[in-house]
Nanobody, 125 residues
Framework: QVQLVESGGGLVQSGGSLRLSCETS????????IGWLRQAPGKEREGVSA????????VYADSVKGRFTIYKDSAQNTVYLQMNDLKPEDTGVYYC??????????????????WGKGTLVTVSS
């Protein structure tokens, strides 16, 4: 059974940093990808970043390139999202989600089968 559990959200001032964690279980295949998505109040959910298990291929939304870094610790079965230089527009509920198979850079955010419950990130100005 696949499970994803997020942690690490909180309140931070503009320019600050947070690291989100997504602890996973059940990803027994060699090929899977996990991504972070966020949903701000009144807005649609958007894909932020994703990573593929096979060659650590990563993708980022333009809005976070250069500020966010996704990486995984296979020994800990955890995927992290390091968020630096946070801005008020980064505020939202961040979800960890995943699927088996190959990461498609253009469509991954619409091809996710397993979801965590989300963690709230609030960036104050």
């Amino acid at each position: 059974q696949v499970q994803l559990v997020e942690s690490g959200g909180g309140l931070v001032q503009s320019g600050g940093s947070l690291r989100l964690s997504c602890e996973t279980s059940g990803f027994t295949s060699d090929f899977w990808y996990i991504g972070w998505l966020r949903q701000a109040p009144g807005k649609e959910r958007e894909g932020v970043s994703a990573i593929w298990s096979s060659d650590d291929l990563t993708v980022y939304a333009d809005s976070v390139k250069g500020r966010f870094t996704i990486y995984k610790d296979s020994a800990q079965n955890t995927v992290y999202l390091q968020m630096n230089d946070l801005k008020p527009e980064d505020t939202g509920v961040y979800y960890c989600a995943g699927a088996f198979g190959r990461l498609d850079e253009k469509t991954w955010a619409r091809a996710l089968d397993y979801w965590g419950k989300g963690t709230l990130v609030t960036v104050s100005s």
